[in-house]
């Protein structure tokens, strides 16, 4: 009797210290702190911070088919991108994006010869592209409004990519990390 005794306290007390847990003193404040986090994650989740499943290879090594990331929708609110930034932009909708780095900026003019990036004529460097090929591609002069953007995986011939200008108004922001 004893030892029964015993075990329905101990049970008891593990039950009021789970319920403590879960629930704090009060159920009540408990649920709103839970309503009132539940809003917060949706707002940031849906507006600010999307996250991204990345599918495809052009931007290996540094970002891995894969592998998920966020993309920090407030990065543009304020200021221009930037060459070498990695964008996002949006080809249908929020949930289907092209994940690429901004190579030339509006009015610029860009070329490739032999694998270098020529802008306005001097060579650029890229330290982010390992594997590079012998990508060429004549002159092309970016709109105004426009960016010029391709991955960073140059491994393969420059037809096998997706590249080119892209409107300002298509890119939703910029990679978290």
């Known amino acids: 009797m004893k030892i029964q005794s015993q075990a329905r306290k101990f ?27 539940a809003t917060i994650s949706f707002i940031l989740f849906k507006f600010l911070l999307l996250p991204t499943r990345i599918n495809g290879v052009s931007m290996e090594p540094r970002y891995r088919n894969g592998s998920i990331n966020f993309v920090n929708t407030l990065r543009y609110r304020f200021r221009a991108p930037r060459r ?15 994940l690429k780095r901004i190579i030339g900026l509006p009015g610029e003019r860009l070329a490739f010869h032999s694998g270098v990036l020529i802008v306005n004529g001097k060579p650029t460097p890229e330290t982010y592209v390992k594997d590079g090929r012998d990508w060429n591609l004549p002159e092309v002069k970016i709109g105004s409004n426009e960016f010029f953007v391709a991955g960073d995986n140059r491994s393969m011939p ?9 409107e300002r108004s298509r890119i939703i922001g910029g990679l978290l990390f």
């Not at 039950?15 to 649920?31: C, D, E, H, Q, V």
């Not at 070498?84 to 092209?98: C, E, N, S, T, Y």
């Open 11 to 37: 049970f008891v007390n593990v039950g009021r210290w789970a319920k403590r847990i879960l629930f704090g003193k009060s159920l009540r404040r408990t649920l709103v702190r839970a309503a009132v986090l």
């Open 84 to 98: 070498g930034d990695v964008v996002a932009i949006r080809m249908a909708g929020q949930h289907v994006m092209l």
């Open 158 to 166: 420059i037809d096998f990519y997706a590249h080119g200008c892209v």
